[in-house]
């Protein structure tokens, strides 16, 4: 199993809360039909299509935000950063702008979820514990006292 098809079973395999739009959404035999045929439509070849592919399975769990779409499709396909563009509008505006509204309230939540753990922790690192009650080392003594 390739790196990118061993990322992409596990994003798949740890992301149980996803909406089901957005599972229905990438699971869908249109979905890969499109994909294919925007490759096609870009003159890419057929191997082009896996890495657009996990490219929107990672926008779908949130590994990378739809703004940064069009990097990584130029970055990973070495395509112009115009061509990239056109890709990304035309997957956003046909894959994701159905599915948007639940997509984005559910990485707002995974978001936000994030931050509560992060933030429990710096809590617990500002916790006086109480219980440790060591005492004040003593000043030293001074001379003549």
């Known amino acids: 199993m390739s790196?990118?098809?061993h990322e992409a079973t596990a994003l798949i395999?740890?992301?149980?809360d996803v909406p089901k739009s957005v599972r229905d959404m990438i699971s869908s035999l249109k979905t890969g039909v499109y994909i294919r045929?925007?490759?096609t439509q870009f003159r890419l070849s057929p191997d082009k299509v896996?890495?657009?592919?996990f490219s929107v399975l990672r926008v779908a769990y949130g590994k990378i935000s739809l703004a940064e779409l069009s990097t990584t499709l130029s970055s990973e396909l070495?395509?112009?950063s115009e061509v990239a563009e056109k890709i990304s509008r035309e997957i956003e505006k046909k894959l994701f702008a159905p599915i948007s509204l639940e997509l984005n309230r559910y990485l707002a939540q995974k978001k936000s979820g994030e931050k509560s753990v992060v933030q429990k922790k710096l809590n617990m690192q500002n916790?006086?514990?109480?219980k440790d009650q060591r005492q004040a080392p003593r000043?030293?003594?001074?001379?003549g006292s």
């Open 13 to 16: 395999q740890s992301s149980g």
């Open 37 to 39: 045929g925007l490759a």
């Open 3 to 5: 790196r990118p098809q």
């Open 78 to 80: 070495k395509l112009s």
């Open 50 to 53: 896996s890495v657009i592919a």
């Open 139 to 143: 000043p030293p003594r001074m001379p």
């Open 127 to 130: 916790v006086l514990d109480l």
